[in-house]
């Protein structure tokens, strides 16, 4: 059983619509979850973390966790086409180690 | 200079080379860490290195040796490589790993292709 489990798309949305994008994950003791976006050619960067149960909101992302169904999501309400991108779910049970999904690529139409 | 940097961004090299790839970190953070990134598959940990000590070898081949002078500087140098180490690799930091925020700044990467 894969750590973080991603679906890896492509998923397509037309601009202006919500992006829906979904991680599981199979540690209990996880603690903090980030989400990353990563261009093609570029190194991945932090755009969301979250660790309490609910939602999350930063701009037009949010961030939504559920420890007991072991599921953590992020929204990108007004899809724009600079969206377009993989975006990695992260888990860590704290210290050094970060688990990383393989990755969700978007592709936002205009 | 600010953020992560690494060098060189792009590294070809035959199976009996000998290179290294460097990577320094401009935040005053104390965490580095060395990924691979291969197509379509999850980053992979290869090493940790807290106060430039050795924290994590995540069962990486022997022909993968890391090496960690100081907080800024982490070096990964490569000998004997096989044609599937071709790869992204990247270069990240963070604060000290303690607490609960454990985000990573990552440098542009190298890619390597070993022919």
């Known amino acids: 059983q894969k750590e973080v489990e991603q679906n890896s798309g492509p998923l397509s949305v037309p601009e202006g619509a919500i992006a829906s994008l979904n991680c599981t994950y199979s540690?209990?003791?996880?603690?903090?979850f980030f989400w990353y976006r990563q261009y093609s050619g570029k190194s991945p960067e932090l755009i969301m973390f979250?660790?309490?149960?609910g939602d999350k909101e930063d701009g037009r992302f949010t961030a939504q966790l559920n420890k007991a169904s072991q599921y953590v999501s992020l929204l990108i309400r007004d899809s724009q086409p600079s969206d377009s991108a993989t975006y990695l779910c992260?888990?860590?049970?704290?210290?050094?180690?970060?688990?990383f999904g393989a990755g969700t690529r978007l592709f936002v139409k205009a | 200079e600010t953020g992560v940097t690494q060098t060189p961004r792009h590294l070809v090299m035959g199976m009996t080379n000998k290179k290294s790839l460097k990577c320094e970190q401009h935040?005053?953070?104390?965490?580095m860490y060395w990924y691979k990134q291969s197509a379509k598959k999850p980053l992979e940990l290869m090493f940790v290195?807290?106060?430039?000590?050795?924290?994590e070898n995540n069962s990486v081949p022997s022909r993968f040796s890391p090496e960690c002078p100081n907080s800024s500087h982490l070096f990964l140098h490569l000998h004997t490589l096989q044609p599937e180490d071709s790869a992204l690799y990247l270069c990240?930091?963070?604060?000290?790993?303690?607490?609960?925020?454990?985000?990573?700044?990552f440098g542009p990467g190298t890619r390597l292709t070993v022919l």
């Open positions: 990240a930091s963070h604060g000290d790993g303690t607490g609960l925020y454990n985000e990573q700044f």
């Open positions: 935040l005053g953070h104390n965490a």
């Open positions: 290195y807290n106060f430039k000590e050795q924290t």
């Open positions: 979250i660790y309490s149960n």
């Open positions: 992260a888990v860590s049970t704290g210290g050094f180690k970060t688990i």
């Open positions: 540690d209990r003791g996880s603690q903090s």
